[in-house]
């Protein structure tokens, strides 16, 4: 691979939840089959519970003060890692305060219990690799969140967003591929795609694709693992952008700071089709965790609703 430089086992996956992991508690509100029941749970947020494929599932649904009730707004799906939960991603991602100041509604869907021969967990996102066996339609639980948001909150159908964490970077890209009809972007945190992903992916657009890893992550090793299922983040890169029909040498920028944490390289592949981007945020110096200014110069928060926000469904938006 041609490269321009601008100098400037899945038994390590119970802690893949952001530094950190917490046992999920799935026991929820008493629900009536085919409603959704929510109540308050903190600042202008609620926890939304219903029955999905017999399952109770539920998210929680976050929605600016500051919102104007007038336009559409755009929708950020943020998943959590595998054993992780959904308030426990929401806690060390901040998105509200980028909400605020940007307008868009979040949701933190709570993914489920997995009880299978290869191994089991509180909570995840059924997207290949470790969690072969599982039987839970995260895809079809995802696409039934957004109608629910739909019915309720003003979203702009065209600018639906997912980025996650782990096991939810994994998901991430599989809604990428398996519901592509309706997320316009995606973004992974030390993520990548399962092979069965990868193999069936069917991307109904070009799909603009934002991977920030570590190369000290040795739980979602950057040059993947063959054993479980993961692809490598070079490969998942190519991949992108191959179907994007980008120019196939990449962009490298590397910066670096002054201070004790590193330099950081800025990987990105241009001239794609629809003007989407194919870009890679690596870090030397990171391990298995959700990169903040305060420890790796960079906030992947902010980095992913900047990478995020420049797209529609249609590509890069005309402002």
């Known amino acids: 691979m041609?490269?321009?430089?601008?100098?400037?086992?899945?038994?390590f996956l119970v802690s893949c939840g952001g530094g950190s992991s917490q046992s999920n508690n799935n026991s929820l509100p008493e629900v009536i089959e085919g409603e959704e029941t929510c109540i308050t749970s903190g600042i202008n947020t609620q926890r939304c519970t219903f029955t999905h494929n017999n399952l109770e599932r539920?998210?929680?649904?976050?929605?600016?003060?500051?919102?104007?009730?007038?336009?559409?707004?755009p929708l950020l799906f943020a998943l959590h890692g595998y054993g992780s939960t959904a308030a426990f991603h929401k806690s060390y991602t901040q998105y509200e305060v980028i909400a605020e100041e940007n307008q868009f509604i979040i949701v933190y869907p709570q993914g489920y219990k997995l009880d299978t021969i290869l191994t089991?967990?509180?909570?995840?996102?059924?997207?290949?690799?470790w969690t072969i066996g599982s039987n839970v339609d995260d895809v079809d639980f995802i696409n039934s969140v957004i109608e629910l948001v739909e019915d309720k909150e003003n979203i702009d159908p065209n600018r639906i967003y997912s980025a996650g964490m782990s096991n939810g970077g994994f998901m991430s890209y599989h809604l990428a591929c398996n519901l592509s009809e309706k997320i316009a972007a995606i973004a992974s945190v030390t993520g990548s795609m399962s092979k069965e992903t990868l193999s069936g992916c069917l991307s109904s657009h070009p799909m603009p694709v934002l991977q920030i890893h570590g190369l000290q992550d040795f739980t979602v090793p950057y040059s993947g693992n063959n054993t479980i299922g993961m692809e490598s983040i070079d490969d998942v890169l190519d991949y992108w952008a191959n179907y994007?029909?980008?120019?196939?040498e990449r962009i490298l920028a590397v910066v670096d700071y002054d201070n004790e944490k590193g330099s950081i390289d800025f990987v990105n592949y241009d001239s794609c089709s629809n003007n989407v981007d194919v870009k890679l945020i690596r870090i030397p110096t990171m391990s298995h965790t959700w990169p903040a200014i305060n420890n790796f110069n960079i906030s992947a928060s902010d980095e992913i609703w900047s990478f995020l926000s420049k797209f529609d469904i249609n590509g890069k938006i005309n402002n």
């Open 2 to 11: 041609n490269t321009r430089l601008i100098t400037c086992s899945f038994l």
């Open 58 to 73: 539920f998210y929680f649904i976050y929605k600016p003060e500051s919102l104007s009730q007038n336009n559409n707004v």
């Open 120 to 129: 089991n967990s509180s909570s995840h996102w059924n997207s290949g690799a």
């Open 244 to 248: 994007n029909s980008c120019n196939p």
